[in-house]
């Protein structure tokens, strides 16, 4: 093993989602506490918690993407930029979970479903990426290490592939159902009122 050689194993984004979490916890009980009521989806604290968890859950599509594919940007390490996706992919959804008044109807419900599925589906994709060696830069580093560690890293990397062909899609679904969700409810929740 090299010096430069590490397995990617940074916590942060888990850390700071699960303070994130804890925060926005405080400040939902505390509303529960002044209005004896769970906060309705439709009612303004409700309702920020949906437009601001999905800005996030928006932010964790679309930003890891773009810096993935730069080849001359300089801003930010890959590894940062996977952390700052893990902590928007988890604080994101655990807003719109408290956004959805625990209730689960209809396309919001499928909605509510496939932000689950995701996230899920993203701790799987983040456990087989940490099979795989990479620079502190984040990119893949090729071994030339023996050859059983060789063929577990191939295995790896397959998996990861099989993997973007599943996460990929759900994230997309997702993202319909919520457009469609918002269009709706912006037009007989908000509007009609
Ligand atoms: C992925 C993001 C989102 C998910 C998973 C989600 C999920 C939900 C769920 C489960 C409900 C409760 C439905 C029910 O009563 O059974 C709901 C209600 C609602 N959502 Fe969302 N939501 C999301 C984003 C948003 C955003 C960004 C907005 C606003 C711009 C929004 C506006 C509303 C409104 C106004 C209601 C209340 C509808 C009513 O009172 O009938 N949602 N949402
Ligand atoms: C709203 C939630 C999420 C959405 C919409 C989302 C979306 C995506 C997308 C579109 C990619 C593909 C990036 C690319 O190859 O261009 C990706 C990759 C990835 N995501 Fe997520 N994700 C979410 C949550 C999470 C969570 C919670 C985790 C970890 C706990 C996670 C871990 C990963 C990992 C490890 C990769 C692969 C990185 C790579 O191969 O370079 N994601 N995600």
């Known amino acids: 093993m090299t010096h430069y050689m590490t397995r990617y194993s940074g916590n942060r984004g888990l850390w700071l989602s699960f303070l ?5 916890s405080a400040i ?24 601001v968890g999905f800005i996030l859950m928006l932010m964790t599509e679309i930003l890891y993407s773009i810096r993935k594919r730069s080849r001359s940007a300089r801003w930010g390490s890959m590894a940062s930029w996977l952390q700052f996706h893990i902590f928007t992919g988890l604080v994101g959804p655990f807003m719109v979970l ?3 008044s625990w209730k689960f109807n209809g396309l919001a419900g499928a909605t509510t479903l496939l932000t689950i599925l995701i996230v899920i589906s993203g701790f799987i994709g983040r456990y087989i990426y940490t099979q ?6 984040g990119v893949e580093i090729e071994t030339t290490a023996g050859q059983s560690q ?44």
């Open 20 to 24: 994130a979490a804890i925060l926005i």
């Open 28 to 51: 939902y009980a505390v509303v529960v506490f002044f209005t004896r009521a769970i906060p309705p989806a439709g009612a303004l604290f409700g309702h920020l918690l949906g437009i």
């Open 98 to 100: 408290l956004h959805s």
């Open 132 to 137: 795989i060696p990479r620079s502190l830069e």
């Open 150 to 193: 060789a063929s577990g890293l191939a295995r790896a990397r397959r998996l990861l592939a099989i993997w973007h062909i599943i996460h990929i899609p759900i994230g997309m679904a997702l993202f319909v159902a919520a457009f469609i969700h918002i269009g709706a409810a912006l037009y007989y929740a908000t509007l009609l009122k």
